[in-house]
């Protein structure tokens, strides 16, 4: 079976959107989906723990964290294409089997770097269930549905995100750092448990005589690995070895398409990156989950050093944008089936840049109420751009191409936090002019906060502006 008669067998027929079938299905994908959110946020209020458990330092003990959502960026994409080829369900399945066992190593690991090894493999699972829970959404929803259903998708991360730290630090109040990994095996067991009784069967056997693109998956993951690493290393401090590091992220790119244009099956066709619509809405999903990244970088010194709130409050506060994002999600996929997907993208973008611009705005005296208003507002926008840009996306993708269509969408939110965690938090820092936020005075800290919104306004205004071209260009 070549690569062009591979993708055209037609996808099987999706289920009633009514039906128990439907419903059982999205719930296990929603349940895998919140796995791999909350594997990330509880992990991340262990940190200290774990800094005391092996004895080691803050920078050690992050690499619990780095770890895992460097395994998820560099091969999600990778991971989509495979799907595509040995078949989605059997690959979806395989994921959850090895996200739950590394939970369990993790659960027991005696050293730190055994730990951070597990979350490493671990990552690699969530990447399958990221690019792949997406990617089935089209077999298993009718088309009037498939904004619904990604709305309930986005819910369920956000659901994850925002009960991750509460639910970590609960769990290890009561029971110790280890039970925040155990917890993912049940839930994992039920995920799977639903998706094999109501998961459609794969359409094609496994493809035979279609090589997997193993150079470009190399060139891409060394490319996104020397990126990330060259974002994160160094405390915020960008020196000569991120410079370095840049250049390697370069230099792999080009590599990367040189591979492609010639490779027999490649694991990013570039007529795809070239079809304009899709690459405006890959763009302005790297630049709105940046900006969104910014709020949980900005928000905590804002916050505490800028209005006084005590580390409970600052959590509380915190907690209002993936509560919004939760509550919105389902609406949010609602509205993308009725108005259309180009109209609610430009709308839940709209809302984004007016929340911005409140922010950037908004006097240092309207205290908790004129931070957390803007906010659910860019959460909400966000909710919806989410949906309607993942449908709008996967929609125009060919049957053959659905998995590494949506492990590309995952990759550019990954990349967009990454990037909006190193670069606005920067923008934040240098407009403070100190070294360190947390001495600043409050006047100082308000005043950073404001302009880096005004930062933020302008890249989802450009984001906005990108999406707008692309919709003209198709009528």
Same mark, same amino acid.
Request: with cysteine; proline share 3%; charged share 15%.
């Given at each position: 079976m070549d690569v062009a008669t591979a993708r055209a067998i037609p996808p099987p027929v999706a289920a009633a959107p009514n039906s128990g079938q439907a419903r059982g299905a999205l719930a296990g994908l929603s349940l895998a989906g919140l796995l791999a959110s909350l594997a990330t946020s509880s992990a991340n209020v262990a940190l200290p723990t774990l800094a005391g458990a092996f004895a080691a330092s803050f920078q050690a003990v992050q690499w619990v964290v780095i770890a895992y959502l460097l395994a998820v960026t560099t091969s999600v994409v990778a991971f989509g294409r495979l799907g595509d080829l040995v078949g989605p369900?059997?690959?979806?399945?395989?994921?959850?089997?090895l996200f739950a066992a590394t939970s369990v190593v993790s659960s027991v690991a005696p050293s730190l770097s055994l730990l951070i090894a597990a979350r490493f493999v671990q990552g690699l699972g969530a990447a399958v269930m990221l690019a792949l829970t997406v990617a089935f959404v089209g077999r298993v929803a009718s088309k009037e549905r498939i904004g619904s259903a990604m709305?309930?998708?986005g819910t369920t991360s956000a659901i994850g995100t925002a009960l991750g730290p509460s639910v970590g630090g609960t769990l290890i109040d009561l029971l110790g750092w280890r039970a925040i990994f155990l917890i993912n095996v049940p839930l994992a067991a039920v995920s799977a448990a639903l998706l094999v009784r109501y998961l459609p069967p794969d359409s094609m056997a496994p493809a035979r005589g279609v090589r997997f693109d193993h150079r470009g998956t190399w060139w891409l993951g060394a490319t996104l690995a020397a990126y990330a690493l060259a974002l994160t290393l160094g405390r915020g401090a960008f020196g000569l070895f991120n410079a370095a590091l840049l250049g390697v992220a370069l230099v792999g790119l080009a590599?990367?398409?040189?591979?492609? +244009?010639?490779?027999?099956?490649?694991?990013?066709?570039?007529?795809?990156? &070239?079809?304009f619509g899709t690459s405006a809405g890959l763009v302005?999903?790297?630049?709105v989950s940046a900006v969104l990244m910014a709020t949980l970088i900005v928000g905590p010194f804002h916050l505490s050093s800028g209005l006084g709130l005590q580390a409970r409050d600052v959590g509380l506060v915190l907690s209002?944008?993936?509560?919004?994002?939760?509550?919105?999600?389902?609406?949010?996929?609602?509205? /993308?089936? &009725?108005?259309?997907? &180009? +109209? @609610?993208?430009?709308?839940?973008?709209?809302? /984004?840049?007016?929340?911005?611009?409140v922010l950037a705005l908004m006097p240092e005296a309207a205290g908790v109420p004129g931070y957390a208003g803007p906010i659910a507002v860019m959460t909400a926008g966000y909710a919806l751009f989410q949906?309607?840009?993942?449908?709008?996306?996967?929609?125009?993708? @060919?049957?053959?191409? +659905?998995?590494?269509?949506a492990g590309t969408l995952t990759?550019?939110?990954?990349?967009?936090? /990454?990037?909006?965690?190193?670069?606005?938090g920067a923008v934040f820092v240098a407009a403070a002019g100190v070294s360190d936020v947390a001495l600043a005075p409050p006047a100082v800290v308000a005043s950073a906060t404001r302009f880096t919104f005004a930062v933020a306004? @302008?890249?989802?205004?450009?984001?906005? /502006?990108?999406? @707008? &071209?692309?919709g003209a260009s198709r009528v």
């Open positions: 369900r059997r690959l979806l399945l395989a994921g959850l089997l709305g309930l998708l590599a990367f398409a040189h591979t492609e +244009r010639s490779a027999e099956a490649p694991l990013i066709r570039m007529e795809l990156l &070239r079809e302005a999903n790297l630049l209002v944008g993936p509560c919004v994002a939760a509550v919105t999600g389902v609406p949010a996929g609602r509205l /993308v089936d &009725r108005a259309g997907p &180009r +109209r @609610a993208v430009l709308l839940g973008l709209s809302g /984004v840049v007016f929340g911005s611009l949906a309607a840009n993942t449908t709008s996306i996967m929609q125009a993708a @060919a049957a053959g191409d +659905r998995g590494v269509v990759l550019s939110r990954n990349l967009g936090l /990454v990037t909006g965690a190193c670069v606005l306004a @302008a890249v989802t205004l450009a984001a906005l /502006v990108g999406v @707008a &071209r692309a």
